[in-house]
């Protein structure tokens, strides 16, 4: 629904925004939420978590000099805002589609995204190391990374933070306090307080005082310094932050311009040590239904802006996730050392549905990945049966976990990997493409992949009967193909596939949720005359040698199908063919995979029909490959 917007109508970038008066801010930034609301309805996207900080977003453009001033957005899901006032509201309406805006930052979009973000706790790190170049350059600008409370359960914020604490020279954090995890709402007092606090006249005074102070005997230095802190902590509750290097300032109120405008203006000047400014929001502020439905209004759909109802299209089957998480909950129904680990994504995951089964047996770890797998190895070591169930982009977050303390050790830890390969409109930040290369080459990893729900529900079976090793089965995200799901799973063997189909000519083996393409591709392949065999290959690790060494004996052209990158499925299929001399008898194989490319956001659909993995593209590959090895052989060639 259309609405007036005339002063955000006179801001193209943030040089006109620092135009307005200071007493024009709280309208410009009704005027921004409104557009923020307006578009994300037609678009779906983030919205709850932008929504909270329109005003924040209104106040650091305002006060700094975007983009000579860097202002880094961590993960990025809250930028609509940001994208707005940074000459990208024209294309607004484009988010998340195909040849549009990312949901997210990104560096080749604009010069106002200086660093590229999706995954969470990477802002102090980049805006540090912005800093640090900064300086060795001589220049003067200043750096503010904004990071939520959420992603302050990442290791990696801490790290950022201890690693800059004794720089002492000019690095801002904006914590976007938005859950009152940390600190309560807060008023006028203590916005003063923030104020007074972030002033020159009280940072010099407070510098004077501890350079007087250290002028005093040991002891009485010692105890001065406590006083200190300790004074300071009971106005600020920034003892742990003070703890790290960091002057802090806060909490104030993220919604108050009046407070948080000449808070940053305070911050800005202050060039010799690093500042933490507390700010509180409310997710979803300025739009009732997300304020009463926080976590249903973090990513939606398509909605009506006056009843808030989504459009969500009615699901033809089943998700992937959802089956995992059923059947999940059957395996702790039967076995009371099974517990699910989640790394802050519990409905993401479906762990949400066990949490309420089992809510003692349920660990959200938060944004912590790497602690996550460790946690889980150390329940696999006391003889529990732990799943971490964590999408395939973000176990990339705790690869040394996965090798030294579950792999290396040999401990039977399950990752049940959501969002395996390409998902549509988070595009590459979130696509799951690298995990069947980075697992499989780890010594003790057995991998799978569920070609269907049906599959899924053995899968998760297996893998909680399984404890020889540390096993992974990957699903992709979305809704199933429809398929009964069986009502007693079946236990796997491991290293086994299966024939779905027989033919003579081609033989397309097929590992993971391509399966059904494969089996859509051997119809048009029959139609054409060439009789196909599809394989579902189950095992990525152990492969199933026999049958793989007989496909290959039989048919005159083998194409391998994977929605992962190069140096998964197929090169293990390829490294096992060349070890038995197979590849030395003029096989015909190729390995269909994700291009060696980070693939924009764009409908599933479109992203596969680019990555040549639809059941027409795989018929192609192989009618071409076909009809080469016709030719070559009538050539008198192999």
């Known amino acids: 629904m259309p609405v007036d917007t005339p002063l955000l109508d006179k801001v193209t970038l943030p040089q006109d925004l620092r135009a307005l008066e200071r007493s024009q801010l709280t309208q410009f930034a009704d005027e921004l939420r409104a557009e923020v609301i307006d578009a994300v309805s037609v678009t779906g996207g983030h919205l709850g978590a932008g929504l909270g900080v329109v005003e924040l977003t209104t106040a650091l453009h305002y006060v700094f000099d975007t983009p000579t001033d860097k202002i880094i957005w961590d993960v990025g899901h809250q930028c609509y805002p940001h994208k707005i006032l940074t000459g990208r509201r024209d294309r607004i309406r484009t988010l998340r589609q195909k040849d549009g805006l990312s949901g997210f930052t990104k560096r080749t979009e604009s010069e106002y995204d200086p660093f590229g973000a999706a995954h969470a706790a990477t802002s102090i790190s980049a805006a540090l190391g912005m800093a640090v170049a900064r300086d060795l350059r001589g220049d003067v600008n200043r750096v503010v990374a904004v990071i939520g409370d959420g992603s302050m359960s990442a290791g990696m914020a801490y790290e950022a933070m201890n690693n800059a604490g004794d720089r002492g020279k000019q690095l801002t954090v904006i914590l976007n306090d938005n859950d009152m995890s940390i600190a309560p709402p807060v008023g006028a007092m203590s916005a003063y307080l923030a104020r007074v606090a972030s002033s020159d006249k009280y940072h010099a005074f407070r510098n004077l005082a501890k350079q007087l102070a250290k002028r005093l005997p040991k002891g009485l230095y010692t105890s001065a310094e406590k006083f200190e802190e300790y004074g300071r902590a009971f106005v600020t509750g920034g003892t742990m932050f003070e703890e790290l290097g960091f002057y802090y300032v806060g909490p104030i109120d993220g919604h108050n311009l009046d407070h948080l405008v000449p808070v940053l203006e305070n911050v800005r000047e202050l060039t010799d040590a690093p500042v933490m400014v507390h700010v509180v929001t409310q997710k979803g502020k300025g739009y009732a239904p997300a304020e009463s439905a926080a976590d249903k209004y973090h990513g939606?759909?398509?909605?009506?802006?006056?009843?808030?109802?989504?459009?969500?299209?009615?699901?033809?089957?089943?998700?992937?996730?959802?089956?995992?998480?059923?059947?999940?909950?059957?395996?702790?129904?039967?076995?009371?050392?099974?517990?699910?680990?989640?790394?802050?994504?519990?409905?993401?995951?479906?762990?949400?549905?066990?949490?309420?089964?089992?809510?003692?047996?349920?660990?959200?770890?938060?944004?912590?990945?790497?602690?996550?797998?460790?946690?889980?190895?150390?329940?696999?070591?006391?003889?529990?049966?732990?799943?971490?169930?964590?999408?395939?982009?973000?176990?990339?977050?705790?690869?040394?976990?996965?090798?030294?303390?579950?792999?290396?050790?040999?401990?039977?830890?399950?990752?049940?990997?959501?969002?395996?390969?390409?998902?549509?409109?988070?595009?590459?930040?979130?696509?799951?493409?690298?995990?069947?290369?980075?697992?499989?080459?780890?010594?003790?990893?057995?991998?799978?992949?569920?070609?269907?729900?049906?599959?899924?529900?053995?899968?998760?079976?297996?893998?909680?009967?399984?404890?020889?090793?540390?096993?992974?089965?990957?699903?992709?995200?979305?809704?199933?193909?429809?398929?009964?799901?069986?009502?007693?799973?079946q236990l796997l063997e491991i290293g086994r596939g299966r024939i779905l189909r027989e033919g003579a000519k081609v033989a397309l083996i097929a590992y993971g949720g391509r399966l059904a393409e494969c089996l859509k591709?051997?119809?048009?392949?029959?139609?054409?005359?060439?009789?196909?065999?599809?394989?579902?290959?189950?095992?990525?690790?152990?492969?199933?040698?026999?049958?793989?060494?007989?496909?290959?004996?039989?048919?005159?052209?083998?194409?391998?199908?994977?929605?992962?990158?190069?140096?998964?499925?197929?090169?293990?299929?390829?490294?096992?063919?060349?070890?038995?001399?197979?590849?030395?008898?003029?096989?015909?194989?190729?390995?269909?995979?994700?291009p060696d490319t980070y693939q924009d956001q764009a409908k599933p659909a479109d992203m596969y029909a680019e990555a040549k993995l639809q059941a027409e593209n795989i018929a192609d590959a192989a009618i071409v490959f076909f009809q080469g090895v016709a030719l070559a052989t009538a050539d008198g060639g192999v």
């Open 300 to 489: 939606v759909a398509k909605f009506d802006v006056v009843s808030g109802k989504q459009h969500k299209p009615k699901p033809a089957a089943p998700s992937y996730t959802s089956v995992f998480a059923g059947q999940l909950i059957k395996e702790a129904e039967r076995d009371e050392r099974v517990v699910g680990i989640t790394a802050a994504m519990p409905s993401g995951t479906g762990i949400d549905k066990f949490m309420e089964r089992f809510p003692d047996r349920t660990f959200d770890v938060g944004i912590a990945e790497q602690h996550a797998v460790t946690f889980a190895a150390g329940l696999a070591a006391e003889g529990m049966v732990p799943f971490a169930a964590i999408y395939s982009t973000f176990l990339q977050r705790a690869y040394d976990s996965v090798v030294h303390d579950v792999a290396l050790q040999n401990l039977p830890v399950r990752f049940a990997l959501d969002r395996a390969g390409l998902v549509g409109a988070d595009g590459a930040t979130h696509a799951g493409a690298f995990d069947i290369a980075y697992l499989g080459c780890l010594p003790n990893m057995v991998l799978m992949a569920a070609g269907d729900e049906a599959e899924l529900v053995h899968m998760t079976h297996t893998a909680a009967a399984f404890d020889e090793h540390p096993i992974a089965f990957r699903f992709p995200r979305g809704e199933g193909q429809g398929l009964e799901l069986p009502l007693t799973p």
């Open 521 to 594: 591709a051997a119809d048009l392949l029959g139609m054409r005359g060439l009789s196909t065999t599809v394989v579902d290959a189950r095992f990525a690790k152990p492969l199933d040698e026999d049958l793989i060494a007989r496909v290959a004996a039989d048919h005159e052209v083998v194409l391998t199908v994977e929605e992962g990158s190069m140096g998964g499925f197929g090169a293990a299929v390829l490294h096992f063919l060349a070890r038995i001399g197979q590849l030395d008898k003029g096989l015909k194989i190729r390995t269909l995979t994700l």
